[in-house]
């Protein structure tokens, strides 16, 4: 079973554990818990070192995640409320993401989102992606040690490529939604679709795409594509 469940509706605070040679994940949160999750040390479970619903809202911190079956935070299903995502443990997208009308999602800078293969996500609510030039916000492949490391624990075995994850789409009740000083790296055609809305992207970088953006919107002349970088897609 998992180490740690932590259940709908549960607050817990979990702090300096060493969570170890659990048959699936180290720690499962699950439902609108909000658990405080810090300094804990995440080694040989078999699945992940934690995995949370969407809905949850883990605060996350100085945690580390060694020699799992993937060595990060997994991530699936529908968000809910307002939810912030902290610069600790690579996120793995390991399902299709939904982000509704009326929810938002702000990640901190620093942080890396690694999809599974085929994996995308929908953004009807608010998504607030906006790093620094020294600090900036990756979503990547699985496969791709470049950032984080070795997330999928298997050395060299696999090699990030183009289309290795999905597609986000972002739709016209998103234009609140911006990415600045972003990476995307090896994400479908394209990795992001703008869809009957205008957002910042701005100083972006979009490499190894099967293509970078796809605009389907008259209004983006508000939010001009400005200082990014585009290349291999």
Avoid: C
């Avoid at 994940?25 to 934690?50: C, E, H, K, W």
């Avoid at 702000?106 to 999809?115: A, D, M, N």
């Amino acid at each position: 079973g998992n180490g740690i469940n932590v259940s709908t509706s549960a607050n817990p605070i979990i702090d300096h554990n060493t969570i170890t040679y659990s048959t699936q994940d180290g720690l499962y949160i699950m439902g609108s818990s909000v658990p405080q999750v810090s300094a804990n040390l995440f080694s040989r479970n078999t699945r992940y070192a934690v995995y949370f619903t969407a809905e949850s809202k883990p605060a996350f911190s100085t945690n580390q995640a060694t020699d799992n079956g993937y060595n990060g935070a997994a991530v699936s299903g529908t968000f809910a409320g307002a939810t912030t995502w902290a610069d600790n443990l690579t996120y793995i997208i390991a399902g299709n993401l939904n982000l509704p009308v009326g929810t938002s999602l702000t990640i901190q800078p620093g942080s890396v989102l690694k999809f599974l293969p085929t994996f995308g996500w929908t953004v009807n609510g608010q998504l607030v992606a906006e790093g620094l030039d020294a600090s900036r916000i990756v979503f990547t492949s699985i496969k791709d040690d470049n950032y984080d490391g070795d997330t999928n624990n298997d050395g060299t075995y696999t090699s990030p490529a183009p289309s290795d994850w999905g597609t986000l789409t972002i739709g016209s009740t998103a234009s609140t939604s911006r990415f600045v000083y972003t990476n995307i790296h090896y994400g479908g055609n394209p990795a992001i679709k703008i869809d009957l809305v205008g957002i910042p992207l701005n100083n972006d970088l979009f490499t190894d795409n099967s293509s970078g953006v796809d605009l389907r919107t008259s209004t983006q002349v508000i939010n001009p594509l400005s200082n990014n970088v585009f290349q291999r897609n």
